[in-house]
């Protein structure tokens, strides 16, 4: 949700709006300070003390015959100053360790953890009464030990969150797009923080206000420039005389505060009339099932080709759980090859080492990947993330969750194009609607200024095709791209896909467990089994004389427990050689 909108709801909202306007109210009067009172907060005159309100002086003189108003105004200066201060340095220290932590985990999310842990296990009035004893009377120098105490807040806040989004499907199809980390978290990350850490500002700025007061009230604060909680301090000594005096630097505080939190709740109000971000997918898989190795003797295709590729996953205990066990695939130019098995058995694995997306603590242990004659097996990640987008696509397979839903699908496609590109803004769109028509999107332009939420699953498909077909790559890597879609339209997006590779040569590594699926768009299969490629062959082979017991076996499954037709029959009409 942009910005504006959440302003607008905010202000919507009786209680959002009160409390923006007593805010500006008090921010100008205090800033507009030595407009409005015409006296010096310090002057004091004995012969006017405890005088009341007249002409010069509209809330009359404390204690020491100085302007009430004046000391109201300054005060305020200093006390949401500090606060400010405050605030500001909790901001810095906390926000960007927090994403730092949250997207990148390892030990720097660690020991930042454990660091605010630790300091969050201090009493924060004994740390502060004790740096003034250290450091000295100056609240200023409070305010800073106040900001440091209360960073862990924002850590803790922005860390959990971005934590989440990290694992959110549309920010996976964002790296897989090419984009980099500081362009993702810029764009996917900071949009969901924002809005939790305005909320968390504005009660962090009416804690430290409080605190600050509080201290200054205890007599702990500098004591030598007006503050409210000074005021209240001398209010309240002489609380028999002049019991007037509690009333300004009260309201003020009172009405601040209140303000603060009022508009922090019309803020959360606002944002969670958002719609809700979809829930990321989990991946579960069944135990390793041992198989035996094949090793293919047939020559390296030009596109890719990967030899001997084995994935691993460290475990806790430091040993490793080899998960793809050493397997040999090939893609050539104009040539679709699905990757199938049941679930589990390293299909994703194995798409995800060709993308250099292999999840945290996976890595390629032995073997090599080439795609377009160019070794790719322990690229670095710049040069991965280069090759992702312009030769290397990908087509996830829950289409909703791997479109962020704060940004309008033109906005979603435009993005990737603009970075790899290099396009203005205007070449953007245009090129994103030639996108949309190059996947049969019927209204590109409405389309264009869409939601996620307002198209369905099979155009959301069909703008995810659009999407990595966005720099024309020549290997797209599509992971069950139509499981979550109905037959008529997995048919649809089956034959775009056949159409995109008869138009433009593009090879298709098809990730499926579905085979009629295989039968009706692969030239070739490779079948796996407990991370190893049991056999490979011409789908017609595959489906129509499995050599293999295990694919004989997926093939009774597909024919409700029935043995294997032989010659299969593929939907589509294919030279069958039985
Ligand atoms: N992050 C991980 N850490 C450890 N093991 C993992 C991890 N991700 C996957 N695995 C293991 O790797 C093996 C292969 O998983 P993979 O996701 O490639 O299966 P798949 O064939 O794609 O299944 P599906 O169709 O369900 O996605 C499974 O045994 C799984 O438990």
């Not at 201290?215 to 005389?241: C, D, H, K, P």
């Not at 047939?298 to 066990?325: C, N, Q």
């Amino acid at each position: 949700m942009s910005t504006g909108r959440t302003l607008r709801r905010v202000l919507r909202n009786p209680l959002g709006a009160l409390s923006a306007a007593l805010l500006l109210i008090v921010v100008a009067a205090v800033l507009l300070a030595p407009v409005i009172a015409s006296q010096d907060p310090g002057a004091s005159s004995l012969s006017q003390a405890f005088a009341g309100p007249s002409g010069g002086h509209p809330l009359g003189m404390d204690s020491a015959g100085r302007d009430i108003l004046a000391r109201v105004l300054y005060g305020g200066r200093n006390t949401l100053g500090g606060a400010l201060l405050a605030l500001a340095i909790a901001l810095v220290l906390g926000v960007p360790s927090g994403l730092f932590a949250g997207y990148r985990g390892g030990w720097f999310d660690s020991a930042a953890t454990w660091t605010v842990n630790l300091v969050m296990a201090l009493p924060a009035m004994v740390v502060l009464l004790a740096s003034r004893a250290i450091l000295g009377p100056d609240v200023h120098v409070l305010m800073i030990v106040l900001g440091v105490l209360v960073a862990p807040s924002f850590f803790r806040l922005v860390r959990g969150i971005v934590a989440n989004v990290r694992n959110e499907l549309y920010v996976d199809a964002a790296k897989v797009s090419g984009l980099s980390d500081a362009r993702i978290v810029a764009r996917h990350v900071l949009t969901v923080v924002r809005g939790p850490i305005i909320i968390q500002t504005a009660l962090v700025a009416g804690i430290a206000i409080a605190l600050q007061a509080g201290l200054e009230f205890l007599g702990v604060g500098s004591g030598s420039s007006a503050t409210w909680g000074a005021m209240l301090n001398e209010a309240f000594q002489n609380i028999q005389r002049a019991p007037r005096l509690i009333l300004w630097p009260g309201l003020a505080l009172g009405l601040t505060n209140c303000a603060l939190v009022l508009l922090a709740g019309a803020v959360r109000d606002a944002l969670e009339e958002q719609a809700p971000r979809p829930a990321r997918r989990r991946r579960t898989g069944p135990a390793e099932a041992p198989a035996p190795v094949t090793e293919s003797a047939a020559p390296r295709a030009g596109l890719l080709s990967v030899r001997g590729l084995t994935v691993a996953y460290a475990r806790p205990d430091g040993t490793d759980k080899e998960v793809v066990h050493g397997i040999d695939l090939d893609v050539r130019p104009g040539e679709i090859v699905g990757l199938v098995g049941e679930s589990g058995s390293g299909k994703t694995q194995t798409a995800f080492s060709v993308l250099g997306l292999l999840p945290e603590g996976g890595r390629v242990t032995r073997g090599s990947i080439t795609v377009n004659g160019r070794e790719t097996a322990g690229l670095r990640e710049r040069d991965h993330r280069a090759l992702r987008g312009r030769t290397l696509a990908y087509v996830p397979q829950e289409p909703m969750s791997n479109l962020d839903p704060a940004f309008t699908i033109g906005s979603q496609l435009m993005e990737p194009v603009r970075h790899h590109l290099g396009l203005g803004r205007k070449e953007a769109a245009e090129k994103a609607r030639e996108l949309l028509r190059l996947v049969e999107i019927p209204d590109p332009d409405r389309t264009l200024r869409l939601y996620p939420h307002e198209i369905s699953g099979g155009m959301a498909q069909r703008v995810l095709i659009a999407g990595a077909m966005s720099c024309d790559p020549d290997l797209l890597i599509a992971d069950e791209p139509t499981t979550a879609l109905d037959v008529r339209v997995q048919a649809e997006v089956l034959a775009l896909l056949r159409r995109l590779r008869d138009e433009r040569g593009l090879g298709v590594l098809l990730v499926t467990h579905n085979l009629g699926v295989v039968a009706d768009l692969c030239d070739r299969v490779a079948v796996m089994n407990g991370g190893r490629i049991v056999e490979t062959g011409s789908t017609e082979q595959i489906l129509g004389a499995p050599q293999d017991p295990y694919t004989r076996t997926l093939l009774d499954a597909v024919l409700d427990d029935a043995p294997a037709r032989a010659p299969w029959q593929p939907r589509e009409a294919r030279t069958v050689t039985a």
